[in-house]
Nanobody, 127 residues
Framework: QLQLVESGGGLVQPGGSLRLSCAAS????????IGWFRQAPGKEREAVSC????????????KYADSVKGRFTISRDNAKNTVYLQMNSLKPEDTATYYC????????????????WGQGTQVTVSS
């Protein structure tokens, strides 16, 4: 059974950095596009980033939401079945619960048949 476990969140000052991790089990991550989503209180869930599968014939493709371009970097380690999100230059508006999930690249969005949400990891950016 597909399971995703997020970790690495915390409280950080504006301008700081965090690295989130998402460990996958129950399936082989290599074959799937996977990404990060976030949801702040009272707001809709937002797609943050998505990285294509490593078996794609088109090579690795990465997409970012405009709000995080140049500050966040997504990566994957297939040997560890884990995807990461390096977040730099954090802003208060980045405060949210972050989740990993199977995603689509064009457009950047949640994969239609995904429903196995983890508990997420809380990121709070505040002085």
């Amino acid at each position: 059974q597909l399971q995703l476990v997020e970790s690495g969140g915390g409280l950080v000052q504006p301008g700081g950095s965090l690295r989130l991790s998402c460990a996958a089990s129950g399936f082989t991550l290599d074959y799937y596009a996977i990404g990060w989503f976030r949801q702040a209180p009272g707001k809709e869930r937002e797609a943050v980033s998505c990285i294509s599968s490593t078996v794609s014939s088109t090579g690795i493709i990465i997409k970012y939401a405009d709000s995080v371009k140049g500050r966040f970097t997504i990566s994957r380690d297939n040997a560890k079945n884990t995807v990461y999100l390096q977040m730099n230059s954090l802003k208060p508006e980045d405060t949210a619960t972050y989740y990993c999930a199977l995603c689509r690249l064009r457009p950047l969005s949640l994969r239609d048949d995904f429903s196995s949400w983890g508990q997420g990891t809380q990121v709070t950016v505040s002085s």
